[in-house]
């Protein structure tokens, strides 16, 4: 069981759509994460989030958009996505952001572009 | 970012103790050692993490070598639930924390 929720679980959009990952925790954690995976590799962080603000963007591209509305909910906005954006999605929650706190996991969204 | 070095793969019987090697050669006096694992389709899950001691908990024991170079995650008896991939990460406070992550190791567990 995961207490980090993603949805959605499988996504499939063109290159010009707009999608939205959603992602929700209720342990009260103040620090989330945005990764991508791809086959066979270790997740590679994009975004996070302390205490509902913006720490870290590791030079992601802008058609990635990250937005925590509260302590509990995270979300990635999707815009003009490029084939090679194709990967699974995974958001982490920790209680705070320090290099000692673990990071629980949701199973992430797995998303293609056609 | 100082790294971690993993073996690709390693095989194990079931019931039988497993031993992963972790070597960080170049890791500094403020990064912790993590360990997670990732089950087929599910995302990554906490297994232990540890400073300098060596380090227990119900899912494993983490032992920590004296110059802090190299680590082994034991896992006591191997069921085979545990077949996953097993990633050896450093977190440093000095780089915004983030967790740097090795290529991970490939358990197989044989009945």
């Known amino acids: 069981d995961t207490e980090v929720t993603q949805t959605p679980k499988h996504l499939v959009m063109g290159m010009t759509n707009k999608k939205s990952l959603k992602c929700e925790q209720h342990m009260g954690h103040r620090a989330m994460y945005w990764y991508k995976q791809k086959a066979k590799k270790p997740p590679e962080l994009m975004f996070v989030y302390s205490y509902e603000k913006l720490s870290i963007n590791e030079s992601v591209p802008s058609r990635f958009s990250p937005e925590c509305p509260n302590s509990s909910l995270l979300n990635l906005h999707l815009h003009a996505l490029q084939p090679e954006d194709s990967a699974l999605y995974l958001c982490?929650?920790?209680?705070?952001?320090?290099?000692?706190?673990?990071?629980?996991f949701g199973d992430g969204t797995r998303l293609s572009i056609l | 970012d100082a790294k971690t070095t993993q073996p690709n793969s390693m095989e194990s019987n079931e019931e039988e103790p497993v031993h992963l090697p972790c070597n960080h050669s170049?890791?500094?006096?403020?990064?912790?050692i993590h360990w997670y694992r990732q089950l087929p389709s599910q995302g990554p899950e906490y297994v232990i993490h540890g400073l300098t001691s060596n380090v227990n908990n119900r899912m494993a024991s983490l032992a920590i070598a004296e110059d802090r170079k190299s680590s082994t995650l034991i896992l006591h008896r191997a069921t085979l639930r545990d077949a996953a991939v097993y990633y050896c990460?450093?977190?440093?406070?000095?780089?915004?924390?983030?967790?740097?992550w090795g290529l991970g190791t490939s358990l197989a567990v044989n009945p």
């Open positions: 982490a929650s920790s209680l705070v952001r320090d290099a000692s706190q673990p990071q629980h």
């Open positions: 990460i450093l977190s440093s406070a000095g780089n915004n924390r983030k967790l740097i």
């Open positions: 170049t890791i500094s006096g403020t990064d912790y």
